[in-house]
């Protein structure tokens, strides 16, 4: 179902690095440091402004795959790593796009399980890279099956 999808390319997308929403998305995850939510003190520092979080681009959006079938729920979060190549700061736009990168399945106890691996990347305006975000997610085989059924009655 999805095999055919890897190496595909999302649309791009523009996001915004808001003081907002980097204050918001600090609070909410419960980490305080003034880099990210103090204006005055990030001035003082080597940095000269506020910075975002090291995992705040899971609030970006990354594009669609054209055709990409995923589930409207069920789908299981699995692994998530992060590769900076330089620090989100406060003011900056980024243009994000994803691949799936792989699709692989394992058998557990819960039958046949589908692990989906997209490689989502930010760049500056500039198209210089600024961070790799790879995750992973699993589709249980109960999901699947549902996705399949949906799509042979002409719901999906």
Not at 12 to 34: L, S
Request: net charge neutral.
């Amino acid at each position: 179902m999805w095999q055919p999808f890897v190496g595909k390319q999302s649309t791009v997308e523009i996001n915004w690095v808001e003081r907002g929403a980097v204050r918001a998305f600090a609070e909410a995850i419960g980490d305080r440091n003034p880099l990210y939510i103090d204006e005055e003190v990030a001035k003082k520092s080597r940095y000269h402004r506020c910075m975002a979080p090291p995992t705040f681009p899971m609030t970006f959006r990354y594009g669609t795959i054209q055709g990409l079938p995923m589930p409207a729920s069920g789908l299981i979060h699995g692994q998530q790593v992060f590769h900076y190549t330089r620090r989100l700061f406060v003011g900056d736009q980024v243009f994000c796009s994803q691949m799936l990168k792989d699709v692989y399945e394992k058998v557990g106890s819960l039958g046949r399980l589908s692990f989906l691996v997209f490689e989502r990347v930010g760049e500056d305006h500039e198209g210089e890279h600024m961070f790799t975000n790879t995750e992973t997610y699993i589709i249980t085989e109960i999901v699947r099956k549902s996705m399949e059924g949906n799509k042979s009655d002409g719901t999906n």
